[in-house]
């Protein structure tokens, strides 16, 4: 037998909360709509001309944001629902996104409605001056923009493993402005969105194969062989090996250089686990250490080459 789905709604207070907007939300409707009459409670008062004017304008602002808040509010609800989300994703960070932008375009309206300014007429008349602030601020705009653009691509998620540049960690928030990036030192990186669209960008995660790589260069002096390192730092690793797929460590040169060589050294956890890797790099660089420091001693031991008579020292 099939199982019905239970509807999830939200905690008794939020509920509570949720279904006094709505109250308050339909009096203010009413009100608006004329359908409410409520001129006889101010009827003596001198100003009610007024009192008319900023009851009308108040009750449109607060209409309009508690409208904004219900749509916002039941997107995300009925999208966690559907997906089984306890988090955030892309799609609720890109909605948050665009009820803060609606949300502080309709409170600019809303204040000018309330010193009775015709906003069509003031952004006619302030057209010039307006064009030079996008212009001023173009750059915030596009960051804007691509912030939007990268959450809902999808491409990039909260969580992901990435490489932006010389900067790799995992992105813990997506911003109208920029890409917050924690990396191995738990150091906070904050990268421009407007960056993120036009550079070269690696995604770990989103790979096939979660293979992860540890980047590092050694002296063509303290290296004998390939094989012979990566079966050291294979040896190295043996403590993990109860989290790492047999068979899957692999040290790869990936340029070779004068007096050094690049190399990666990679493997493939058997459940992605940030804080596990850490331990494994730690434990690898470690080891790296401990062979350059060793093998250096033994290069300083070996005596300088003799020189042939007739090229001596003049």
């Known amino acids: 037998m099939l199982k019905k789905r239970r509807l999830r709604f ?26 409410w009459d409520v001129s006889h409670l101010y009827a003596r008062f001198r100003y009610r001309d007024s009192i008319d004017y900023y009851s009308d304008a108040l009750a449109s602002i607060a209409i309009f944001l508690m409208f904004l808040d219900f749509v916002q509010f039941f997107t995300t609800w009925w ?7 306890q988090g955030e994703d892309n799609f609720v960070i890109g909605v948050g996104h665009i009820y803060s932008l609606l949300l502080a375009i309709g409170l600019i309206v809303g204040v000018l409605s309330l010193f009775q300014i015709d906003v069509k ?19 915030y705009i596009s960051n804007m923009i691509n912030g939007m653009i990268i959450t809902f691509s999808g491409e990039l998620s909260i969580g992901d493993n990435v490489r932006f540049g010389e900067h790799r960690g995992k992105i813990v928030d997506i911003t ?31 790979r096939t194969v979660k293979r992860t790589s540890i980047d590092f260069e050694i002296s063509l002096k303290y290296l004998k062989t390939v094989d012979e390192l990566e079966n050291n730092l294979t040896e190295a690793l043996a403590p993990f090996n109860d989290v790492i797929k047999p068979d899957s460590y692999y040290l790869r040169v990936a340029e ?35 062979i350059i420091s060793e093998r250096e001693k033994f290069v300083d031991k070996i005596p300088d080459m003799p020189q042939s008579p007739g090229h001596g020292v003049i």
Not at 24 to 34: E, N, V
Not at 79 to 85: D, G, I, P, S
Not at 121 to 139: M, P
Not at 180 to 189: Q, S
């Open 10 to 35: 939200p905690p008794p207070m939020k509920l509570f909360v949720l279904l006094f907007k709505f109250a308050l939300f339909f009096t203010l409707l009413m009100i608006r709509l004329g359908e």
């Open 79 to 85: 999208y966690r629902r559907r997906k089984k989300l």
């Open 121 to 139: 007429s003031l952004f006619t008349s302030l057209s010039i001056i307006f064009a030079g602030l996008a212009i001023l601020t173009k750059d």
């Open 176 to 206: 109208l402005l920029n890409i917050h990036l924690v990396n191995d030192d738990d150091d906070m990186i904050y990268i421009p969105n407007n960056l993120v669209l036009t550079a070269e960008v690696i995604n770990y995660t989103k």
């Open 256 to 290: 070779v250089k004068t007096e050094s060589v690049a190399m990666k050294f990679q493997y493939i956890l058997k459940k992605p686990d940030k804080d596990l890797e850490r331990r494994i790099r730690r434990r690898m660089v470690r080891r790296l250490v401990e």
